[in-house]
């Protein structure tokens, strides 16, 4: 290589406190609201609308797109990702080495409400949604760290599961 030739690039480093961005997910799922949660949304928007009715029909308008532009970026911003990427899990904002994960398993039925109710353990972390049935229980083997376990909610429990044995 010629002395005056620029040197290649060194590959990107990883973000502190996260993975790399460039990584594919060996699991990924957003939890979106289910169709109840989205008329929900639209009656919210409505009622807003309907509030600003008496103000003319261009404050209803203005209203209208408003609330529908707001509620839809409020949707995305509180919709959590569930990721399994770059040696992470990663459930929301939150997010642990694979090596720090025990025994994964599929919660749901009776087993996810007891898990939720009677049995859940006040230092867990819960990446819950109340429309996604299902969840998948991981245990923590950090010493340094007090929470016992995290419980997921995600619609894919076996595919979850499967990505954090195969990361491990």
């Known amino acids: 290589m010629p002395d005056d030739a620029p040197a290649p690039l060194p590959a990107p480093a990883p973000r502190a ?3 790399t961005a460039d990584a594919a997910p060996a699991f990924a799922e957003r939890l979106w609201p289910g169709p109840g949660g989205w008329v929900l949304v639209g009656a919210v928007v409505v009622m807003v609308t309907v509030v600003l009715v008496p103000l003319g029909s261009v404050a209803a308008v203005l209203g209208l797109l408003t609330g529908a532009l707001l509620a839809a970026v409020g949707v995305v911003l509180l919709t959590p990702r569930v990721e399994v990427r770059s040696g992470e899990l990663l459930a929301g904002p939150a997010h642990v080495p694979l ?3 025990g025994e994964a398993r599929v919660l749901a039925g009776e087993e996810l409400r007891h898990a939720l109710g009677p049995g859940l353990d006040a230092r867990a972390y819960l990446c819950l949604r109340g429309w996604v049935r299902t969840a998948v229980r991981v245990e923590l083997c950090d010493p340094q760290d007090p929470t016992p376990y995290w419980v997921v909610s995600t ?3 076996e595919q979850l599961v499967a990505a954090l044995r195969a990361g491990r």
């Open 155 to 157: 619609r894919r429990p």
């Open 99 to 101: 090596e720090l994960l």
């Open 17 to 19: 406190g996260g993975p």
